[in-house]
Every structure is written in C-alpha cells, then in structure tokens.
C-alpha cells in the first residue's frame, strides 16, 4: 500500500518536479498537480524525492571533480542509476560509475558511457526532440501508462526506464524503436509482475453509496 502523503511532502515534491529529463532543475508547480503525478506513479513519494536527491548530488559530485572535461547525464529510477553521455577515457568513465555508486540509497548502476568527445548543442537538442517524440507516440498509443516509462535520450539512443509489467516493456520498446530518428533503443526497465503491478498501480476510488 502506498504511504499517506502530506501536504509539507507535496510541497517539496512540487519544488523538485524536473524540467528536462536528464537535468538538475526544478520548476514549481502547484501542490495537486504533483499530488497528481506521485498517485499515477508505481514509486512511493519518498522514493520519487530520493530519486531527485540521488540525481542533484551525483551530478553535484561529478561536476566537482571533472568540471566541463565530461559531459554526464544522471536520471535515477527506483534508485536505479543511468547515466549517460561522453568522457575523455576509460577511467574516467569507472571513476564516474564509482561517484554515483557511493551516493546514499543508490541501489544499482547502468553504466552507458561512451568514450569520446562531449556531443554538439544541435546534437542535444536534437536528443530533447526524440525524447518529446518519443513520449507523444505513446500517448498516441495508448498502451500503457506514459508515467511509468521515463525516456532519457543520448546522441539519437534512447534509454528506457521504469517499472513496468513484461507487456508494457515490449510495447514502449517497439514504440520507441520504430519512432523516425531514434538510432537505438536500451532497456533500463524493472520489469514487474502482474501481482505487483496491480499492487501498486492507484485503484480508482469507488463512488459512496447512495
């Protein structure tokens, strides 16, 4: 079941809703609108903050010791790690693993790095483009819920997140794979089972008798 959510929670949910996909930022919104997204969303609100925490201090991290050398995308999923992006060499690419894996609460990292030269503005914002794309067609679809599968895209590869049952997996992947642009589509998912899907997923609240 999941935990009661408090007003002073809802709050600071609001301040942490991020802006893009793959940035530290946060844009305030209003206290129902983020109550809304933590009811649709299979993670408990204090997984949704950690989430957000894990993301702002890795990033934090990274940037301390690498400065603009690195280019790193960090989007954190049930406390699962993705980070994405361009570094220099080898090391670089472990050292930044070993940064993120020592951030509190984090429970695992997909590590998918590659060793080159940080991508181009138009490159990225290409990336925001699919990423948008992306998300537009599964709302087309209709197959599932788009909550419950975070896109993160990285030089025209797109990374899936998210808790979905083995059905929702299949459908955001071929979705995603035959979306015009994307190069390449890597599964980051935590595939759940039926039992647990309904577990979690809100039920739909039933009218008081009359």
Do not use: W
């Not at 999923?77 to 984090?106: F, M, Q, W």
């Not at 819920?145 to 083995?166: D, F, I, P, R, S």
């Amino acid at each position: 079941m999941k935990s009661r959510i408090s007003t002073r929670t809802l709050l600071l949910l609001a301040a942490l809703v991020p802006v893009l996909a793959g940035c530290v930022g946060a844009a305030v919104v209003g206290a129902g609108a983020a109550g809304a997204l933590i009811f649709a969303d299979r993670r408990q609100a204090e997984t949704i903050m950690s989430d957000e925490g894990i993301g702002i201090r890795a990033s934090s991290r990274i940037s301390e010791k690498f400065g603009d050398r690195v280019h790193v995308n960090i989007a954190s999923y049930n406390r699962t790690v993705l980070l994405t992006g361009e570094v220099p060499d080898a090391a670089a690419k472990a050292e930044i693993e070993k940064i993120a894996s020592d951030v509190p609460n984090v429970k695992a990292i997909s590590n998918e790095l590659q060793i080159g030269a940080p991508t181009s503005l138009q490159s990225r914002s290409n990336d925001s483009y699919l990423t948008s794309k992306v998300k537009a067609r599964f709302v087309d679809a209709n197959q599932f819920a788009t909550n419950h599968v975070k896109v993160v895209t990285e030089n025209g590869v797109v990374y899936l997140m998210g808790m979905v049952k083995q059905r929702e997996a299949a459908s955001a992947v071929e979705i995603a794979r035959t979306t015009a642009g994307v190069l390449k589509v890597v599964r980051v998912f935590e595939v759940i089972s039926e039992s647990d899907a309904r577990r979690l997923d809100p039920q739909p609240s039933t009218p008081p008798a009359k």
